[in-house]
């Protein structure tokens, strides 16, 4: 090879390269856009209902009874002339709002639990997680089912805290799981060999390190507890009527699909959407997350 290749080859090697995997992580895809802006659309849609020129939820006289899509029904009406855009609207906040509720309860109260099995590992990591394998031997919709029934309540605290009791043992095992990842790191061995007290490593070492993670499988959960509350609307033991809820228009709307499809088929595809949205999202931060080498 020539000198004059060799010095090419130098200038060569020893020009900046660009960082496409750096572009790549900026960049963030179409889909994410759509899955953002469906949320925000909902939320906005949702919180300020009440001031928006929407139908009441609950008049029986905002159209005739399963009649289709029009100029003053957008979305047709159910069996009793009720508007589906507004009660798919309203019902959004039910299932949002449990939705979150329950998994927040779970991740605090779970989080916290796992951090101290997982940083501990004595005794009481032994029986923590005895009693989470005692808890995920129930099927989840029928613990849930079997919470509603026994405290014959179906108020939002309730289901909110049927929904969070599912989730509450995955996300000690996940968070337990995490924190021992985390444990192997030299700044928390650092942290235990000078003597700090679990709480404060617990606090200042571990905590910041799992949050991420907690944060992209929380949104996930949340799109599980939306299906969850409407599986329990749908068997009729979530939030009462006539407060609207996604999965309770489901189920009075599946008895009338041979007159009309709407009453079903509105609310369904409102759950999907956010459903997949939740999805999207909390996919690409826990893909994002892989990349950083934050996941366990």
Same mark, same amino acid.
């Given at each position: 090879m020539s000198p004059v290749t060799n010095n090419a080859g130098v200038a060569h090697l020893d020009a900046p390269q660009v960082d496409d995997e750096g572009l790549g992580k900026a960049r963030l895809p179409v889909s994410n856009f759509i899955a953002i802006g469906w949320l925000i659309a909902l939320s906005l849609v949702a919180l300020f209902a009440d001031v928006l020129p929407f139908a009441d939820p609950k008049d029986t006289r905002a159209g005739k009874p399963l009649s289709g899509p029009s100029w003053h029904n957008w979305l047709g009406t159910d069996q009793l002339g009720r508007d589906l855009f507004s009660r798919s609207v309203y019902g959004?906040? *039910?299932?949002?709002?449990?939705? !979150?509720?329950?998994?927040?309860?779970?991740?605090?109260?779970?989080?916290?639990i796992? $951090?101290?099995?997982?940083?501990?590992?004595?005794?009481?990591?032994?029986?923590? $997680?005895? !009693? *989470?394998d005692v808890?995920?031997?129930?099927?989840?919709?029928?613990? /849930?089912?079997?919470?509603?029934?026994?405290?014959?309540?179906?108020?939002?605290?309730? *289901?909110?805290?049927? !929904? /969070? =009791?599912?989730?509450?043992?995955?996300?000690?095992?996940?968070?337990?799981?995490?924190?021992?990842?985390?444990?192997?790191?030299?700044?928390?061995?650092?942290?235990?060999?000078i003597g700090s007290k679990n709480s404060r490593v617990i606090r200042r070492e571990i905590l910041p390190n799992v949050l991420p993670s907690i944060l992209s499988l929380a949104i996930v959960a949340i799109a599980g507890a939306m299906v969850a509350e409407?599986?329990?609307?749908?068997?009729?033991?979530?939030? /009462?009527?006539?407060?609207?809820?996604?999965?309770? $228009?489901?189920?009075?709307? *599946?008895?009338? =699909?041979?007159?009309?499809?709407?009453?079903?088929?509105?609310?369904?595809?409102? $759950?999907?959407?956010?459903?997949?949205?939740?999805t999207v999202i909390g996919d690409h931060l826990q893909q994002r997350g892989n990349r950083e080498g934050g996941a366990v």
């Open positions: 959004a906040r *039910v299932s949002i709002l449990v939705g !979150i509720a329950a998994v927040l309860l779970s991740c605090v109260v779970g989080g916290c796992g $951090m101290f099995a997982g940083h501990s590992r004595r005794r009481a990591d032994t029986v923590i $997680m005895f !009693i *989470v808890l995920l031997a129930f099927p989840a919709l029928l613990l /849930a089912v079997s919470i509603v029934a026994f405290t014959n309540s179906r108020g939002p605290v309730t *289901v909110v805290f049927a !929904i /969070a =009791l599912i989730y509450l043992g995955p996300t000690v095992r996940i968070v337990r799981g995490l924190t021992l990842n985390v444990g192997k790191n030299d700044f928390v061995l650092a942290a235990r060999a409407g599986g329990l609307a749908y068997l009729n033991l979530s939030v /009462a009527p006539p407060t609207p809820t996604w999965g309770a $228009m489901m189920a009075s709307g *599946v008895s009338k =699909l041979d007159r009309s499809v709407y009453p079903a088929v509105v609310p369904a595809a409102a $759950m999907f959407l956010t459903v997949l949205a939740l």
